[in-house]
């Protein structure tokens, strides 16, 4: 069994940062695919980015290129989302989740039905 735990949300005005955290326990490996989700009211879940664990490749969703970075360090178990320059419509509860398989990096994004995911951290933006 995994667990994760999301933390670092938060209120910003526009233009602002945060960085969330997410860490995992029980059985982890060092394959398969992370990634950060968000999902604003209303509107259907998407991914921010995600990492294929192997080779520590990252990819993004197009709304957030070079605004947000995503880091894992597998020693430590965690997965962080930093994000700059915020927009009122990133606001949404942003999802940790963890996938054991992958195929390739960019399947870790297109991916939808990761197998385990954090109950969530909201993030609001205020312009």
């Known amino acids: 069994q995994v667990q994760l735990v999301e933390s670092g949300g938060g209120s910003v005005q526009a233009g602002g940062s945060l960085r969330l955290s997410c860490a995992a326990s029980g059985y982890i490996y060092s394959s398969g695919c992370m990634g950060w989700f968000r999902q604003a009211p209303g509107k259907e879940r998407e991914a921010v980015a995600t990492v294929y664990r192997s080779g520590a490749s990252t990819y993004y969703a197009d709304s957030v290129k070079g605004r947000f970075t995503i880091s894992q360090d597998n020693a430590k178990n965690t997965l962080d989302l930093q994000m700059f320059n915020l927009k009122p419509e990133d606001t949404a509860m942003y999802y940790c989740?963890?996938?054991?398989?992958?195929?390739?990096?960019?399947?870790?994004?297109?991916?939808?039905?990761?197998?385990?995911w954090g109950q969530g951290t909201q993030v609001t933006v205020s312009s």
């Open positions: 989740a963890l996938e054991y398989i992958a195929y390739d990096a960019s399947w870790c994004l297109r991916h939808r039905d990761y197998k385990y």
